[in-house]
C-alpha cells in the first residue's frame, strides 16, 4: 500500500518534471517560432530571405515536434499507469467503494498516530500548504504561487516606490522654496492618499498597461503586437507594482518629509560650517538620520500595497498564473507575466469557487497567510528601524 | 575708512608665532555694516572693526543685541535664512566675503565654527572629525587617521576617546561632544575659528579645559568667541567687543574693557549693573 | 587641573619675593653704612630704592589687571590681596631705609664723633627680624610668622631708650644737637621698619591661614 503510495508519488513527480520544464520549454520556443511562421505566411509576398527563414523556421517546428512527441508519449505512458491500480475500501456503514491509486495524495490512519507523528502531520500539512502549487480549481492544495506573487509585487513595488517618494520628499522639503505652489503639492499629496484604489488600478490600466504597454510592445515586440498576443499590453506583476506604488507614494513622502524635518538644524548647520555643499549635507548626514523614518513610511506603504487587491484585478492579477513570474526560462526574470496574489486568492476561493462551503478552510487559512505576511513586514521594519535608532541614540540633552 | 588691503604688522600678546610674516591688526575687517533680517528688520547697525591675526576676540552683550548675527556672517552662515540682507562689506585678508568671485563653500572651509549646542553629526567620532575632509573630496585613510590623532590631542580630547574612535560620537559627555566639535572645526586647518557661546551648557571643568584649548589654539588661529560670560571674556581674550542694541558700542583691548572702559554703558554691563 | 593663567599669579609671588630681597639688601645696606661710615654705601642705597618703586608699581599693576581679569577667589585672592600689602609696606620699609642713608651722608659729612647709645643692637634685631620675615615669606612658615610679631616690643623699648638717651645728648651738647636729632629720627626709622616687617609676618599668616592676627588681644599686650 505504502510502496505503491510512494510509487504515485514518484510517478506524479516524473508527470510534472516532464509536462512543465521539458515540455515547457519546447512550448515556449514553438510559441515563439509559430509567430514568426504565422507573420511570414501572412505575407503576401516574401524575399528570397524571408522565404528562407520561413523554411528554416518549418525546420526547426519539425525538430521541436519530434523531440515533443516522445516527451509527450512518456507522460501520456505514465498517466495511464496511474489510474492502473485501483483501491477497495469499505466503509463503516459496509459500503464498499473504490478508487483509483493514482487520485491518492494521502493515506494516513489518524487514530493509529502517537502524538509525535501527528505533529509531524501537522506541519508537513503546513508546509505543503505553503509550498505547492493549488489543485483543482484552487479549492485544494498550496498557495505557493500566490504568495510569492504578493511577495515579487510587494518588492518591486517597494523598489520602485521609495527613490521616487524619497526624492520628491527631498525637494519639497530641502530644495523648493516654501511657498503657495509647495502648499498646493502637499495637499494634492494628501488627497491622493484618500483616492479610491479602484480609480488607481483605472489609471494604471490606461496609462501604465494600455499607454506604456502598449507603446513598448508596439516597439520591441511588433509581430507578437499584430498577431494579437500582446507581451506589455497587458496586464501583468511589473505594472500592477507600479500602479501600487502610484497608490502608496504619498505615504513614503510624508514620512520622509516628517523625517528630514526632524533632522536638527544644528547638524545641517555644523555640516555647512565644515564646507559640505547643501547635496553633501544631505548625503552624508540628513539621508542617514532620517532613514528609520523613512523607512517607517515604506512599511507603512508595503502592508498597504501587499494588502490592496482591487486596482490589481484590472492590471495582471488572476485566478491562477500557469507559471510564476520567476523561473528558470530565459530570461527568468518574466515582469510583463500576470501573476497569483493573495488576496486575489481570497476573493477568489470564496467567490467564485464551485463550491464555497468546501472552500471555506482554505479562505481562512490564505487570509491568515495574508495578514501574517503584513505583520511580518511590519516587524522586519520596525526591527531594523529600532537598530538604526540605536546606533544614533539621539542626543542627552 | 582704512583701506583693507594695507596690512599693519601687529604684536600678537603672548602668542608663539613661526612663520616671519608680520601679523595683520585687520585681518577681519567689518566695514560700515549694516545687515536686516526680512529685509526691514536692521539688526546690526554700522559697525566698523578690525580683528587682529592669531588672536582672541570676544564679543559681549546683553542678549539679542546681534553678536551671533554678525558672527554668522562672517562664514556667510545667515545666507541659509530668507529674507536678509546687509550694506557695507566684511574682509578677510583683504578679500571681501561678499566678492561674487568667491565661492561660499570654499570660504567656509576657511574658517571653522563652534556652535552654542554642541551638534555632533550621527556618526563615529573618528568620522565627525573627518567629516570637512571627505566633503573635500580626500579619504586616504593614512591622512585621515593622522588628522583625528592631530586634531583630538589639539583638542585635548584625545587620551579619553583614543579606545572608541569608532563608537558613537553621542556616547560623550557634553564637555566632551564640545571639544569633539572643536576638533571637527579645526581637523581641515582653517586659519579662524568662530565659536559662539561654546561653553554655555558645560560645567566649570569642561569650561576650563576649553578656554585652557582656547589658549593654545591662537597660537595657530585667528579665534572670535561670543560669550556671556565675563569672567571668560576676561579671561580668554586679548580684545573685546561690547556690543549693545546693534551697535558697536566699544572695541578695546581686553584689559582696557574690564579694567578702565571709556563708556559708562560698558563698565555698567562689564560689572554687571546693567539695566 | 592648572589653568593657562595661573602662571601669571605665580611670576607675580616671584617678583614680590626678589623686591624683598632687595628691600632686606637695602635696609642692611643703610644699617652697615650707618655703623661703618660707609658714605658709597649709603648712596647705593638710594640709588637702588628707585627699583624697589618701580618693583611695587609693576606688582600693583599686575596684580589689579589680574583681579579684573582673571576673577580669583580662595588662596589666589588672599594671595593677590597680601602681594599688594606687603609690596606697600616693602616699599615702605626702602623708604626708611632710603632716609636712613641720606641722615648717614649727612652725619658724615659733619664730622663730629657721636655716642650711638643702643643703636647698634636695635640694627642687629632689626635686619635680625626683617630676614626672618622674609624667609617666612618664602617658605611658606605660617608658624614662625606668627611668633614675630612679639618681637616688636622689645624693638619698640629699645627704640624708646634711645630717644630718652639721643634728647639728653641734645640738651647737654647744643652744638651736636643736629646729628643726635638725625640720630633719633635714625632710631624712628628703624622702629618703622619693624613695624612693617611686623605687618607682613601677620600678613604670612593671613595668606597661610586665612586668620586675621592684627590687634587681637596677643599682639595689643605684647606691644603695651
Ligand atoms: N532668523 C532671524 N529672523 C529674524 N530675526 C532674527 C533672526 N535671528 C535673530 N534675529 C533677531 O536679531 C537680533 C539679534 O539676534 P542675535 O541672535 O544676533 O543676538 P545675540 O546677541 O546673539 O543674542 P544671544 O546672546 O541671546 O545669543 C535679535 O533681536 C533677534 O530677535
Ligand atoms: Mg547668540
Same mark, same amino acid.
Given at each position: 500500500?505504502?510502496?505503491?503510495?510512494?510509487?504515485?508519488?514518484?510517478?506524479?513527480?516524473?508527470?510534472?518534471?516532464?509536462?512543465?520544464?521539458?515540455?515547457?520549454?519546447?512550448?515556449?520556443?514553438?510559441?515563439?517560432?509559430?509567430?514568426?511562421?504565422?507573420?511570414?505566411?501572412?505575407?503576401?509576398?516574401?524575399?528570397?530571405?524571408?522565404?528562407?527563414?520561413?523554411?528554416?523556421?518549418?525546420?526547426?517546428?519539425?525538430?521541436?515536434?519530434?523531440?515533443?512527441?516522445?516527451?509527450?508519449?512518456?507522460?501520456?505512458?505514465?498517466?495511464?499507469?496511474?489510474? &492502473?491500480?485501483?483501491?477497495?475500501?469499505?466503509?463503516?456503514?459496509?459500503?464498499?467503494?473504490?478508487?483509483?491509486?493514482?487520485?491518492?495524495?494521502?493515506?494516513?490512519?489518524?487514530?493509529?498516530?502517537?502524538?509525535?507523528?501527528?505533529?509531524?502531520?501537522?506541519?508537513?500539512?503546513?508546509?505543503?500548504?505553503?509550498?505547492?502549487?493549488?489543485? #483543482?480549481?484552487?479549492?485544494?492544495?498550496?498557495?505557493?504561487?500566490?504568495?510569492?506573487?504578493?511577495?515579487?509585487?510587494?518588492?518591486?513595488?517597494?523598489?520602485?516606490?521609495?527613490?521616487?517618494?524619497?526624492?520628491?520628499?527631498?525637494?519639497?522639503? #530641502?530644495?523648493?522654496?516654501?511657498?503657495?505652489?509647495?502648499?498646493?503639492?502637499?495637499?494634492?499629496?494628501?488627497?491622493?492618499?484618500?483616492?479610491?484604489?479602484?480609480? /488607481?488600478?483605472?489609471?494604471?490600466?490606461?496609462? /501604465?498597461?494600455? /499607454?506604456? =504597454?502598449?507603446?513598448?510592445?508596439?516597439?520591441?515586440?511588433?509581430?507578437?503586437?499584430?498577431?494579437?498576443?500582446?507581451?506589455?499590453?497587458?496586464?501583468?506583476?511589473?505594472?500592477?507594482?507600479?500602479?501600487?506604488?502610484?497608490?502608496?507614494?504619498?505615504?513614503?513622502?510624508?514620512?520622509?518629509? #516628517?523625517?528630514?524635518?526632524?533632522?536638527?538644524?544644528?547638524?545641517?548647520?555644523?555640516?555647512?560650517?565644515?564646507?559640505?555643499?547643501?547635496?553633501?549635507?544631505?548625503?552624508?548626514?540628513?539621508?542617514?538620520?532620517?532613514?528609520?523614518?523613512?523607512?517607517?513610511?515604506?512599511?507603512?506603504?508595503?502592508?498597504?500595497?501587499?494588502?490592496?487587491?482591487?486596482?490589481?484585478?484590472?492590471?495582471?492579477?488572476?485566478?491562477?498564473?500557469?507559471?510564476?513570474?520567476?523561473?528558470?526560462?530565459?530570461?527568468?526574470?518574466?515582469?510583463? %507575466?500576470?501573476?497569483?496574489?493573495? $488576496?486575489?486568492?481570497?476573493?477568489?476561493?470564496?467567490?467564485?469557487?464551485?463550491?464555497?462551503?468546501?472552500?471555506?478552510?482554505?479562505?481562512?487559512?490564505?487570509?491568515?497567510?495574508?495578514?501574517?505576511?503584513?505583520?511580518?513586514?511590519?516587524?522586519?521594519?520596525?526591527?531594523?528601524?529600532?537598530?538604526?535608532?540605536?546606533?544614533?541614540?539621539?542626543?542627552?540633552? | 575708512?582704512?583701506?583693507?588691503?594695507?596690512?599693519?604688522?601687529?604684536?600678537?600678546?603672548?602668542?608663539?608665532?613661526?612663520?616671519?610674516?608680520?601679523?595683520?591688526?585687520?585681518?577681519?575687517?567689518?566695514?560700515?555694516?549694516?545687515?536686516?533680517?526680512?529685509?526691514?528688520?536692521?539688526?546690526?547697525?554700522?559697525?566698523?572693526?578690525?580683528?587682529?591675526?592669531?588672536?582672541?576676540?570676544?564679543?559681549?552683550?546683553?542678549?539679542?543685541?546681534?553678536?551671533?548675527?554678525?558672527?554668522?556672517?562672517?562664514?556667510?552662515?545667515?545666507?541659509?535664512?530668507?529674507?536678509?540682507?546687509?550694506?557695507?562689506?566684511?574682509?578677510?585678508?583683504?578679500?571681501?566675503?561678499?566678492?561674487?568671485?568667491?565661492?561660499?563653500?570654499?570660504?567656509?572651509?576657511?574658517?571653522?565654527?563652534?556652535?552654542?549646542?554642541?551638534?555632533?553629526?550621527?556618526?563615529?567620532?573618528?568620522?565627525?572629525?573627518?567629516?570637512?575632509?571627505?566633503?573635500?573630496?580626500?579619504?586616504? @585613510?593614512?591622512?585621515? *587617521?593622522?588628522?583625528?590623532?592631530?586634531?583630538?590631542?589639539?583638542?585635548?580630547?584625545?587620551?579619553?576617546?583614543?579606545? %572608541?574612535?569608532?563608537?558613537?560620537?553621542?556616547?560623550?559627555?557634553?564637555?566632551?561632544?564640545?571639544?569633539?566639535?572643536?576638533?571637527?572645526?579645526?581637523?581641515?586647518?582653517?586659519?579662524?575659528?568662530?565659536?559662539?557661546?561654546?561653553?554655555?551648557?558645560?560645567?566649570?571643568?569642561?569650561? =576650563?579645559?576649553?578656554?585652557?584649548?582656547?589658549?593654545?589654539?591662537?597660537?595657530?588661529?585667528?579665534?572670535?568667541?561670543?560669550?556671556?560670560?565675563?569672567?571668560?571674556?576676561?579671561?580668554?581674550?586679548?580684545?573685546?567687543?561690547?556690543?549693545?542694541?546693534?551697535?558697536?558700542?566699544?572695541?578695546?583691548?581686553?584689559?582696557?574693557?574690564?579694567?578702565?572702559?571709556?563708556?559708562?554703558?560698558?563698565?555698567?554691563?562689564?560689572?554687571?549693573?546693567? $539695566? | 587641573?592648572?589653568?593657562?593663567?595661573?602662571?601669571?599669579?605665580?611670576?607675580?609671588?616671584?617678583?614680590?619675593?626678589?623686591?624683598? &630681597?632687595?628691600?632686606?639688601?637695602?635696609?642692611?645696606?643703610?644699617?652697615?653704612?650707618?655703623?661703618?661710615?660707609?658714605?658709597?654705601?649709603?648712596?647705593?642705597?638710594?640709588?637702588?630704592?628707585?627699583?624697589?618703586?618701580?618693583?611695587?608699581?609693576?606688582?600693583?599693576?599686575?596684580?589689579?589687571?589680574?583681579?579684573?581679569?582673571?576673577?580669583?577667589?580662595?588662596?589666589?585672592?588672599?594671595?593677590?590681596?597680601?602681594?599688594?600689602?606687603?609690596?606697600?609696606?616693602?616699599?615702605?620699609?626702602?623708604?626708611?631705609?632710603?632716609?636712613?642713608? @641720606?641722615?648717614?651722608?649727612?652725619?658724615?659729612?659733619?664730622?663730629?664723633?657721636?655716642?650711638?647709645?643702643?643703636?647698634?643692637?636695635?640694627?642687629?634685631?632689626?635686619?635680625?627680624?626683617?630676614? #626672618?620675615?622674609?624667609?617666612?615669606?618664602?617658605?611658606? *612658615?605660617?608658624? @614662625?610668622?606668627?611668633?614675630?610679631?612679639?618681637?616688636?616690643?622689645?624693638?619698640?623699648?629699645?627704640?624708646?631708650?634711645?630717644?630718652?638717651?639721643?634728647?639728653?645728648?641734645?640738651?647737654?651738647?647744643?652744638?651736636?644737637?643736629?646729628?643726635?636729632? *638725625?640720630?633719633?629720627?635714625?632710631?624712628?626709622?628703624?622702629?618703622?621698619?619693624?613695624?612693617?616687617?611686623?605687618?607682613?609676618?601677620?600678613?604670612?599668616?593671613?595668606?597661610?591661614? $586665612?586668620?586675621?592676627?592684627?590687634?587681637?588681644?596677643?599682639?595689643?599686650?605684647?606691644?603695651?
Amino acid at each position: 500500500m505504502n510502496s505503491q503510495l510512494a510509487q504515485v508519488h514518484e510517478r506524479r513527480r516524473e508527470i510534472h518534471r516532464i509536462e512543465r520544464n521539458q515540455i515547457g520549454r519546447i512550448n515556449e520556443q514553438m510559441r515563439r517560432l509559430d509567430l514568426d511562421r504565422r507573420y511570414l505566411e501572412n505575407l503576401s509576398e516574401r524575399t528570397v530571405a524571408q522565404q528562407m527563414q520561413l523554411d528554416r523556421i518549418h525546420e526547426r517546428i519539425a525538430v521541436l515536434q519530434s523531440d515533443f512527441e516522445p516527451l509527450a508519449a512518456q507522460a501520456a505512458a505514465l498517466r495511464r499507469q496511474l489510474v &492502473e491500480n485501483r483501491l477497495e475500501y469499505s466503509l463503516a456503514t459496509g459500503q464498499v467503494r473504490s478508487i483509483t491509486v493514482g487520485d491518492l495524495v494521502h493515506v494516513y490512519a489518524p487514530n493509529q498516530l502517537h502524538f509525535l507523528q501527528r505533529v509531524v502531520l501537522f506541519f508537513q500539512h503546513i508546509w505543503s500548504f505553503l509550498s505547492e502549487y493549488p489543485r #483543482e480549481a484552487n479549492t485544494e492544495g498550496g498557495i505557493w504561487p500566490a504568495i510569492f506573487g504578493t511577495f515579487i509585487m510587494t518588492v518591486l513595488m517597494s523598489a520602485a516606490v521609495t527613490p521616487f517618494g524619497v526624492m520628491a520628499a527631498i525637494y519639497l522639503r #530641502e530644495y523648493a522654496r516654501q511657498g503657495l505652489f509647495v502648499r498646493a503639492v502637499r495637499i494634492a499629496i494628501n488627497n491622493l492618499a484618500g483616492v479610491p484604489s479602484i480609480v /488607481f488600478g483605472i489609471f494604471g490600466l490606461g496609462f /501604465f498597461v494600455y /499607454f506604456m =504597454g502598449g507603446n513598448i510592445d508596439r516597439i520591441f515586440f511588433p509581430r507578437a503586437t499584430e498577431m494579437g498576443t500582446p507581451t506589455f499590453g497587458t496586464g501583468g506583476v511589473l505594472w500592477a507594482s507600479l500602479t501600487l506604488a502610484l497608490l502608496t507614494v504619498p505615504v513614503v513622502i510624508v514620512a520622509t518629509e #516628517e523625517a528630514l524635518a526632524a533632522v536638527s538644524r544644528g547638524v545641517r548647520e555644523g555640516s555647512l560650517a565644515c564646507g559640505a555643499s547643501k547635496w553633501q549635507t544631505i548625503q552624508y548626514l540628513v539621508l542617514p538620520a532620517a532613514a528609520p523614518g523613512i523607512l517607517t513610511g515604506l512599511v507603512l506603504a508595503m502592508a498597504r500595497g501587499a494588502g490592496e487587491v482591487a486596482p490589481l484585478i484590472l492590471v495582471g492579477v488572476v485566478a491562477f498564473a500557469p507559471s510564476l513570474p520567476v523561473d528558470g526560462l530565459f530570461p527568468f526574470i518574466h515582469l510583463e %507575466r500576470k501573476f497569483m496574489h493573495l $488576496g486575489f486568492h481570497i476573493y477568489d476561493l470564496g467567490f467564485q469557487s464551485p463550491d464555497s462551503e468546501a472552500a471555506q478552510p482554505m479562505v481562512f487559512a490564505t487570509t491568515l497567510i495574508l495578514i501574517l505576511l503584513v505583520v511580518a513586514l511590519n516587524l522586519a521594519a520596525i526591527l531594523i528601524r529600532n537598530r538604526l535608532r540605536r546606533r544614533y541614540a539621539s542626543q542627552a540633552f | 575708512m582704512p583701506d583693507p588691503a594695507i596690512k599693519t604688522a601687529v604684536t600678537p600678546q603672548a602668542s608663539v608665532t613661526t612663520s616671519d610674516v608680520p601679523l595683520r591688526a585687520d585681518y577681519i575687517s567689518v566695514r560700515n555694516f549694516n545687515f536686516f533680517y526680512n529685509g526691514v528688520h536692521q539688526v546690526l547697525f554700522d559697525l566698523n572693526l578690525d580683528i587682529p591675526e592669531r588672536q582672541v576676540t570676544a564679543f559681549i552683550g546683553p542678549s539679542g543685541c546681534g553678536k551671533s548675527t554678525l558672527l554668522r556672517n562672517i562664514n556667510r552662515m545667515n545666507d541659509l535664512i530668507d529674507g536678509i540682507r546687509h550694506e557695507g562689506d566684511i574682509f578677510i585678508d583683504g578679500h571681501s566675503i561678499f566678492d561674487p568671485d568667491i565661492e561660499v563653500i570654499s570660504l567656509r572651509k576657511r574658517i571653522g565654527m563652534v556652535f552654542q549646542k554642541s551638534n555632533p553629526f550621527p556618526k563615529s567620532i573618528y568620522e565627525n572629525i573627518v567629516y570637512s575632509l571627505r566633503v573635500a573630496g580626500r579619504h586616504r @585613510k593614512s591622512e585621515l *587617521d593622522e588628522v583625528v590623532e592631530r586634531s583630538l590631542h589639539a583638542a585635548a580630547l584625545w587620551d579619553e576617546v583614543k579606545d %572608541r574612535l569608532h563608537q558613537s560620537a553621542f556616547g560623550l559627555s557634553g564637555g566632551q561632544m564640545q571639544r569633539l566639535c572643536i576638533a571637527r572645526a579645526i581637523a581641515n586647518q582653517p586659519e579662524i575659528i568662530l565659536m559662539d557661546e561654546p561653553c554655555s551648557a558645560l560645567d566649570p571643568i569642561a569650561t =576650563g579645559k576649553i578656554e585652557d584649548l582656547i589658549h593654545e589654539l591662537k597660537k595657530q588661529f585667528t579665534i572670535v568667541i561670543v560669550t556671556h560670560n565675563m569672567q571668560q571674556a576676561a579671561r580668554v581674550s586679548d580684545r573685546t567687543a561690547f556690543f549693545y542694541l546693534g551697535k558697536l558700542i566699544e572695541y578695546n583691548s581686553t584689559e582696557a574693557i574690564f579694567m578702565n572702559p571709556i563708556n559708562s554703558q560698558t563698565e555698567a554691563y562689564v560689572s554687571g549693573r546693567f $539695566g | 587641573m592648572k589653568r593657562f593663567y595661573q602662571g601669571e599669579l605665580e611670576n607675580l609671588r616671584t617678583q614680590l619675593l626678589v623686591m624683598a &630681597e632687595r628691600t632686606v639688601t637695602n635696609i642692611s645696606d643703610a644699617l652697615a653704612a650707618l655703623h661703618g661710615g660707609d658714605i658709597q654705601l649709603a648712596e647705593r642705597v638710594i640709588k637702588s630704592d628707585d627699583v624697589i618703586d618701580e618693583l611695587e608699581v609693576a606688582i600693583d599693576a599686575e596684580a589689579s589687571r589680574y583681579i579684573a581679569l582673571r576673577s580669583p577667589v580662595a588662596s589666589d585672592v588672599r594671595l593677590l590681596i597680601v602681594i599688594m600689602k606687603v609690596s606697600h609696606d616693602l616699599e615702605r620699609m626702602a623708604d626708611e631705609s632710603t632716609s636712613i642713608s @641720606k641722615r648717614v651722608i649727612r652725619l658724615m659729612e659733619s664730622r663730629h664723633m657721636l655716642e650711638m647709645g643702643m643703636l647698634p643692637e636695635l640694627s642687629l634685631q632689626a635686619v635680625d627680624l626683617v630676614r #626672618e620675615v622674609v624667609e617666612c615669606l618664602v617658605g611658606d *612658615d605660617s608658624g @614662625k610668622a606668627e611668633s614675630l610679631p612679639m618681637r616688636d616690643k622689645e624693638i619698640d623699648q629699645m627704640h624708646r631708650r634711645n630717644f630718652q638717651f639721643f634728647t639728653e645728648k641734645v640738651q647737654g651738647s647744643p652744638e651736636l644737637a643736629s646729628d643726635y636729632i *638725625d640720630l633719633i629720627f635714625i632710631s624712628k626709622a628703624i622702629e618703622r621698619i619693624c613695624d612693617h616687617a611686623t605687618n607682613i609676618a601677620e600678613e604670612i599668616v593671613y595668606l597661610l591661614r $586665612g586668620m586675621d592676627i592684627r590687634h587681637t588681644e596677643k599682639t595689643k599686650r605684647a606691644n603695651v
